[in-house]
Nanobody, 124 residues
């Protein structure tokens, strides 16, 4: 059974940092690309970052480029999203998703498995 479990969300002041984790069970990161999405209240889900399966190449949406960084630990089968210089507009539920193959984009239908999400709130 495939399961993705996010953790690391919470509340932080503007300018602060958080690191989200996506622990993957049932499939391996060397065969599945991982994407991070977020959904703010009243808004559509937005793809923000992806990491490829073969070599860990990352891509970022313009909204987070330069502030967010993806990494992965193959041994732990976990992907990390380091979020720096957080802004109030980053407030959302953040979810990770797995897509079989090397790469995936920011389109939800490309992904086969989803986590439940973790809340990130940026407020002073």
């Amino acid at each position: 059974q495939v399961q993705l479990v996010e953790s690391g969300g919470g509340s932080v002041q503007p300018g602060g940092s958080l690191r989200l984790s996506c622990a993957v069970f049932g499939v391996t990161l060397d065969h599945y690309a991982i994407g991070w999405f977020r959904q703010a209240p009243g808004k559509e889900r937005e793809g923000i970052a992806t990491i490829s399966s073969t070599d860990g190449t990352s891509t970022y949406a313009d909204s987070v480029k330069g502030r967010f960084t993806l990494s992965r630990d193959i041994a732990k089968n976990t992907v990390y999203l380091q979020m720096n210089n957080l802004k109030p507009e980053d407030t959302a539920v953040y979810s990770c998703a797995a897509s079989r193959g090397n790469t995936a984009g920011f389109v939800m239908w490309e992904y086969d498995y989803w986590g439940q999400g973790t809340q990130v709130t940026v407020s002073s």
